[in-house]
Nanobody, 126 residues
Framework: QVQLVESGGGLVQAGGSLRLPCAASGRTFFMSYIMGWFRQVPGKEREFVTAITWNGGSTRYADSVKGRFTISRDNAKNTIYLQMNSLKPEDTAVYYC??????????????????WGQGTQVTVSS
C-alpha cells in the first residue's frame, strides 16, 4: 500500500502562485512509482494535470497548464510537488495526488492510477 497526503491548498488571487506537496509513505520502492496530479470540480470528471516518471526524467502536462505549472519530485523525501504559477480562476478545483507502478508511457486517465490522496482545495479568486 501507498499512502499519499496532499497539502498546500488555499485561496489565492488570480496571477498568484501556490506549491502543493504530496508526501508518500507505506512502500519502500516509492521512488520507482510514477506520480501524477489531477483536479476535479463539482459535477465534472476528474481531470489530468501532470505526471512524472520515477527519476523525473520525463513529464507530461495538460495543455491548459503548460508553461504555468511544474511537477517535480524529491525521492529522498518521498515527496512530489506541483508548482502553480499565473493561476487563473478556472484552476479552482480539488487537486489530487496519484501514484502507480512504472509504465512505459505516463498515463493521463484516472483509472490508470491505483493510489490516491484525499485532495486539497485550491481556490483562485478573480
Amino acid at each position: 500500500q501507498v499512502q499519499l497526503v496532499e497539502s498546500g491548498g488555499g485561496l489565492v488571487q488570480a496571477g498568484g502562485s501556490l506549491r502543493l506537496p504530496c508526501a508518500a509513505s507505506g512502500r519502500t520502492f516509492f521512488m520507482s512509482y510514477i506520480m501524477g496530479w489531477f483536479r476535479q470540480v463539482p459535477g465534472k470528471e476528474r481531470e489530468f494535470v501532470t505526471a512524472i516518471t520515477w527519476n523525473g526524467g520525463s513529464t507530461r502536462y495538460a495543455d491548459s497548464v503548460k508553461g504555468r505549472f511544474t511537477i517535480s519530485r524529491d525521492n529522498a523525501k518521498n515527496t512530489i510537488y506541483l508548482q502553480m504559477n499565473s493561476l487563473k480562476p478556472e484552476d479552482t478545483a480539488v487537486y489530487y495526488c496519484a501514484a502507480d507502478r512504472p509504465k512505459a508511457v505516463l498515463p493521463t486517465t484516472p483509472g490508470s492510477y491505483e493510489y490516491w490522496g484525499q485532495g486539497t482545495q485550491v481556490t483562485v479568486s478573480s
